[in-house]
């Protein structure tokens, strides 16, 4: 496989669930983020990681917990959502945090809240 | 507060029918500005990064265009193929690679 590879693609849920959303790359990338991307509105960070290291938790409810094992994979655990959770979560991976490197998304999960 | 204004919110041109998206950008120490393709169902798919005033990319039909405020996206002799939605983003002067994306532009090239 090649690129960025994210499962499940589809996945729902009640708000007492647990579940886990997983990705992982074969770019040989050492930057991940986590992103989620609602209708209507604009694409938002909500986690990086470089070198297995969280830098950035950009104001997430705790109810998301990253991990980050090693520089292939990331997941994203999810608990007690609310129905505004809904949503396409996006993983992407750049070489580095660099300026000069692009970051290479998904396909994202579809994730739906009852 | 760095902040990324997409225009117009969707576009509606006829083959062949050439025209630009524009994207305005706020953002202390732009560090790169980068354009992605989505189509429905599927992620960003990049492609450019500029980073300085007067910088030109090109890929076919595509041309991306940067100044100190804004970058445009010109599509020339657009085909079917290239409708999607059309996202901007910068990267400011966070060290953490965090990019700030404008909403979109969604493309419908009509045959």
């Known amino acids: 496989e090649t690129g960025v590879t994210q499962t499940p693609r589809h996945l729902v849920m009640g708000m007492t669930n647990k579940k886990s959303l997983k990705c992982e790359q074969h770019?040989?990338?050492?930057?991940m983020y986590w992103y989620k991307q609602s209708a209507k509105k604009p694409l938002e960070l909500m986690f990086v990681y470089s070198l297995e290291e969280r830098v950035e938790n950009n104001s997430v409810p705790s109810r998301f917990s990253p991990e980050c094992p090693n520089s292939s994979h990331l997941f994203l655990h999810l608990h007690t959502l609310q129905p505004e959770d809904s949503a396409l979560y996006l993983c992407?991976?750049?070489?580095?945090?660099?300026?000069?490197?692009?970051?290479?998304f998904g396909d994202g999960t579809r994730l739906s809240i009852l | 507060e760095d902040q990324v204004t997409q225009s117009p919110e969707a576009l509606r041109l006829q083959e062949g029918e050439s025209s630009s998206l524009n994207c305005s950008y706020t953002v202390s120490g732009l560090r790169g500005l980068f354009w992605y393709r989505q189509d429905p169902g599927k992620g960003p798919e990049f492609l450019f990064t500029l980073y300085s005033a007067g910088e030109e990319k090109e890929k076919e039909r595509l041309k991306a265009t940067l100044t100190k405020k804004e970058s445009f996206l010109h599509i020339t002799a657009p085909k079917p193929e290239d409708s999607a939605t059309y996202l901007c983003a910068v990267l400011g002067s966070s060290n953490t690679g965090k990019l700030i994306f404008g909403q979109g532009t969604t493309l419908q090239v009509k045959p």
């Open positions: 770019l040989g990338h050492n930057a």
């Open positions: 992407a991976s750049s070489q580095d945090l660099g300026f000069r490197q692009p970051q290479h």
